[in-house]
């Protein structure tokens, strides 16, 4: 998130009626003050949402979509790799990679011989 100019001015505004506001005698002032407060406060809430929101033309937004969805085809396109048949390192034989040892040997998947 950006932090732009009027969002400062909306906290400096804030920060400067809080301040003044116990030094006032007059409780109608304080009032004030509190509501110009409370009213930048509500001001950089909009302008903080506001800037979340996004335009769907944006070449930008186009391109970080099109950079989540090759991520997400490489992720599974690995797992369709890691899911196919495992051979054992120990006696060669093929066997699906959801067992944990060899069926012929019983060494684990993946272990060499020794």
Do not use: W
Request: charged share 20%; aromatic share 6%.
């Amino acid at each position: 998130m950006k932090i732009t100019q009027s969002m400062l001015l909306a906290m400096a505004v804030c920060i400067v009626s809080l301040m003044l506001t116990p030094f006032i005698p007059d409780s109608g002032i304080q009032n004030l003050l509190i509501l110009v407060a409370v009213a930048s406060v509500g001001y950089f809430v909009f302008v903080t949402v506001k800037g979340v929101r996004r335009d769907p033309y944006s070449l930008q937004a186009l391109q970080e979509t099109h950079e989540r969805e090759e991520i997400r085809s490489l992720i599974d396109a690995q797992e369709k790799v890691l899911d196919g048949p495992v051979v054992c390192l120990h006696c060669g034989t093929e066997f699906d990679s959801s067992r944990s040892i060899c069926p012929r040997c019983g060494a684990r998947a993946g272990s060499r011989c020794s």
